[in-house]
């Protein structure tokens, strides 16, 4: 599935890592989870264990690219770089 079909099928779990105080400043998009990217090791096994496609997102999609590559060498199945939360926002 593409990150275009997911979000249609509005079946997914959305993870901000982006850091508290960006949240606070720029805004955020409602019902996602914010695990900032220096957590995402230690909370690895939250993330592992939704079992529906996990899109991570971040200011510009950099920080969520690292995130998913880490936790697709983890085993994570259905991960997603959604990219930058703006552009994300207006996707969805």
Do not use: H, T
Request: proline share 3%; net charge negative; hydrophobic share 35%.
């Amino acid at each position: 599935m593409s990150l275009e079909e997911v979000i249609k099928s509005g079946n997914y779990e959305l993870i901000d890592v982006r850091e508290p105080m960006e949240l606070e400043m720029d805004g955020n998009i409602e019902g996602a989870k914010n695990i900032p990217l220096g957590e995402v090791e230690d909370r690895q096994d939250e993330i592992l264990s939704i079992e529906k496609p996990v899109i991570l997102f971040c200011r510009s999609g950099n920080r969520s690219g690292k995130a998913l590559e880490y936790l697709n060498s983890q085993g994570l199945k259905e991960g997603y770089n959604g990219g930058g939360w703006a552009e994300l926002k207006s996707a969805l």
